[in-house]
């Protein structure tokens, strides 16, 4: 595709070995590029203009696998990158997945998520990295969505090198995703409509001012399993807030939050926090609050001056929270036990 035209938007179905590069779109009026059943396609040095456009999304990799995509920029209304595989019924029938997806050294501005994977994941998305990635006024930074009916597995994904300004929830992972229209599912047996969300890798990522740093929400039947955050700074209205997951990992991420606790996790397994910090503590909250987390870990973790109650878990929990090589000292209160509700 030459670099002198300005389509509204492209789509390739069925196609294989594609290349789109140096190509300027503006003012498209539906998905920019949508590569659909595509295999082995290229996405580079792309500039996409289509803000405050609605459902314009930038990227759209449907059911496709082998993509490549570097190098652009993305000023869109919705989602920038975005990444799909069918949705509900129909796409359980086709269970063509998205995969072998790379994605490196892009800039995004004002979308609904930088990097999105989902909501339609009902033939899976797996083997997908996305690299080095700024994004700067988005509603979302790494969107990880899906919910009850569409089914589907996302797992093994990785996503590194970040850098995010001003955006609404930095990282978000969640199965209670509800598209205009949709009502709030109640919970079902586990099924082929129940979506899978595992091995995610989300590291070395610095986030300024953001609305909420992370938010995590698994299913009840079906939590996050294998989520893994490393190496992150964040500055942020609100701190990270997870319920429903199994095996949750945070190692060395610190978080300052303007309110409540830096660190809020109910309902979850096999959790392990791993050095994590925040350099500004609250008089008001505790920077971690534990509900109904048997058998976490928590370690290698530092209080900094200023600090009220480092942890904080509800009554009659605490015996059941292992702690290890904690420097804790700064703190009015090491440890609580405290009926306080900070889930609002």
């Known amino acids: 595709m030459a670099p002198e035209l300005r389509p509204s938007f492209v789509r390739f179905m069925e196609s294989k070995n594609i290349l789109i590069e140096g190509v300027h779109f503006a003012g498209s009026s539906m998905w920019t590029i949508h590569l659909l059943y595509a295999d082995n ?26 993509v490549r995509i570097s190098g652009c920029y993305i000023d869109t209304g919705d989602d920038g990158i975005v990444l799909k595989s069918g949705k509900d019924a129909d796409g359980l029938r086709v269970n063509r997945p998205t995969e072998n997806v790379s994605i490196d050294n892009c800039t995004v501005h004002r979308a609904h998520g930088a990097v999105t994977i989902g909501s339609e994941t009902s033939g899976c998305i797996r083997n997908v ?29 990785r996503f590194t090198g970040w850098t995010m300004e001003d955006v609404g929830v930095a990282i978000d992972v969640t199965n209670f995703y509800l598209m205009e229209g ?88 096999e959790l392990d926090l791993d050095g994590v910090a925040t350099r500004k503590p609250l008089p008001t909250a505790p920077v971690i609050r534990l509900d109904r987390c048997p058998g976490a870990l928590v370690r290698g973790a530092r209080a900094f001056g200023g600090t009220q109650v480092f942890l904080s878990v509800a009554p009659g929990e605490l015996n059941s929270i292992v702690q290890q090589n904690n420097a804790l000292t700064p703190a009015r209160k090491a440890t609580e036990e405290s009926a306080g509700n900070f889930w609002h």
Not at 44 to 65: F, L
Not at 130 to 156: F, H, L, P
């Open 41 to 66: 396609a290229v996405v580079r040095d792309v500039i996409i203009e289509t803000y405050p456009g609605v459902h314009t999304d930038g990227i759209a990799v449907d059911s496709s696998r082998n």
């Open 129 to 157: 990295v996305a690299s080095n990635i700024t994004c700067q006024g988005t509603e979302k930074g790494v969107r990880i969505k899906s919910r009850r009916g569409r089914g589907g597995k996302v797992e093994d994904l």
């Open 182 to 269: 949709e009502k709030p599912s109640t919970g079902e047996p586990v099924s082929d409509r129940t979506p899978v969300f595992r091995n995610i890798a989300i590291a070395n990522m610095t986030i300024n001012r953001a609305r909420e740093a992370i938010a995590i929400e698994g299913l009840p039947e079906m939590p996050i399993d294998g989520l893994r955050i490393s190496d992150v700074i964040a500055t942020a209205g609100s701190g990270l807030k997870a319920s429903h997951t199994r095996d949750l990992e945070l190692h060395n991420v610190r978080i300052d939050a303007g309110a409540g606790p830096a660190f809020l996790v109910r309902d979850s397994t």
